[in-house]
C-alpha cells in the first residue's frame, strides 16, 4: 500500500477507477488508515495516490486512456477475483497497470479467497484481530472435535451450485458421482436433473456444518483459481473438501495439507467412491484429513457461491 504524506490528501488516497468494486474491500482493520475518497467521476480533480480498477467493470466503457494518469507516481492496479476466461472484456482495457491484485499468487498484491496460518507463531493483537475479521463467529475453528463431528455428520456431499454455464463439466460428473453417493444440491441452478432449493443466508450456515464432504468444483480450470467453494463452505465449516478446477500440484500449494480430496487423482469413479466410503465408516481416516487443523487455522471470507 502507498503511503500519503500527512496533508489534507492524505485522506484521498485510493480511488476506484470504476462503477463498483470496493464492496468486498474493507480497511476497518488495516494499519494504514486507507479509504476509498472518490469515484470515476472525479479522480482526476482528487489527485489519489492509487487508482483501483474492477476487472469486471470492462464490461463497460471506460472512456479512459493512459493519458489520463495525474503522475507518474500514481499507481493504476488492476484487481479481479473472477477467472480470465470467463471474462472476455478483460482484454478490451489498452490501460497500461502498475500493479496487479488478483488471486494468483504471482500478483504484485495477492487478494486470494483465503489461506492458512500457522497456530504457533507469534502474533500482535492487531494480527489476531485482522484474522477474526476474515471469520463469521460461526466457524470457530479451535473447538474441531473430529469424534463428535465425525458422528453428527451426514455420510453424503454438500453441493451448493448457482452458475449453470462453467467451463468445467462438473455436470457429468456430479451426475455420475451422485449414482454412486449421495449428494444434496442446493443453490439456483439444478445439476443433479431435480429442482435444488436456494437457501436463506441462516440456513446456508447451518447447512454447511451438517455433512462431512462439500463438492468444490470450480467454474473454470485456471492457475491459482481456489475459490471460497474449498475455503469457506468446506474446510472453514468442517467438511472435507472434494475439489475439480486447477492440477493438484496448484491444490497443494495453497490448501492446507492433507485437507482435501482431488478428484482426478483417482483413475475411475469407483476408487473415489470408495475412499469417500472408507473416510465415512472409519473415524481415524476421517481424523486424517482433519490433521491440519492442530497445527494450522484459515483465514478466508465468506463469498456468494458461484
Request: aromatic share 16%; glycine share 4%.
Amino acid at each position: 500500500m502507498v503511503r500519503a504524506k500527512r496533508s489534507h490528501k492524505a485522506r484521498n488516497n485510493i480511488c476506484r477507477g470504476t462503477r463498483n468494486g470496493g464492496h468486498v474491500v474493507n480497511f476497518e482493520r488495516c494499519p494504514k488508515k486507507c479509504q476509498f475518497s472518490c469515484q470515476l467521476q472525479d479522480f482526476k480533480q482528487r489527485s489519489p495516490l492509487a487508482v483501483l480498477f474492477f476487472g469486471e467493470d470492462f464490461y463497460w466503457s471506460l472512456n479512459l486512456t493512459d493519458q489520463d494518469r495525474l503522475s507518474y507516481k500514481q499507481r493504476w492496479i488492476f484487481w479481479s477475483w473472477e477467472a480470465p476466461i470467463n471474462h472476455p472484456e478483460y482484454s478490451r482495457s489498452r490501460l497500461t497497470f502498475n500493479w496487479t491484485m488478483t488471486y494468483r499468487q504471482d500478483s504484485d498484491i495477492i487478494h486470494d479467497y483465503g489461506r492458512y496460518i500457522a497456530r504457533n507463531l507469534s502474533y500482535s493483537i492487531r494480527d489476531y484481530q485482522a484474522v477474526d475479521f476474515y471469520l463469521s463467529k460461526e466457524t470457530n475453528q479451535s473447538t474441531f472435535d473430529a469424534g463428535k463431528e465425525f458422528s453428527a455428520r451426514e455420510n453424503k456431499i454438500l453441493w451448493i451450485v448457482s452458475n449453470c454455464n462453467a467451463r468445467i463439466n462438473r455436470r457429468q460428473i456430479g451426475t455420475k458421482l451422485n449414482s454412486y453417493f449421495p449428494i444434496d444440491q442446493y443453490g439456483g441452478c439444478s445439476l443433479l436433473n431435480k429442482r435444488a432449493k436456494i437457501l436463506s443466508p441462516k440456513d446456508f450456515e447451518q447447512t454447511l456444518f451438517k455433512y462431512k464432504f462439500y463438492l468444490a468444483f470450480e467454474n473454470s480450470n485456471c492457475q491459482d483459481y481456489i475459490t471460497e467453494k474449498a475455503f469457506y463452505n468446506a474446510l472453514a465449516h468442517g467438511s472435507i473438501p472434494i475439489v475439480l478446477g486447477t492440477n493438484e500440484n496448484n491444490y497443494k500449494n495453497i490448501l492446507p495439507p492433507n485437507s482435501f480430496i482431488y478428484i482426478e487423482h483417482y483413475k475411475n469413479m469407483s476408487d473415489l467412491v470408495n475412499q469417500l466410503r472408507n473416510i465415512s465408516q472409519n473415524l481415524d481416516l476421517f481424523k486424517f484429513y482433519h490433521q491440519w487443523r492442530i497445527h494450522y487455522r484459515l483465514i478466508c471470507k465468506r463469498l456468494a457461491t458461484k
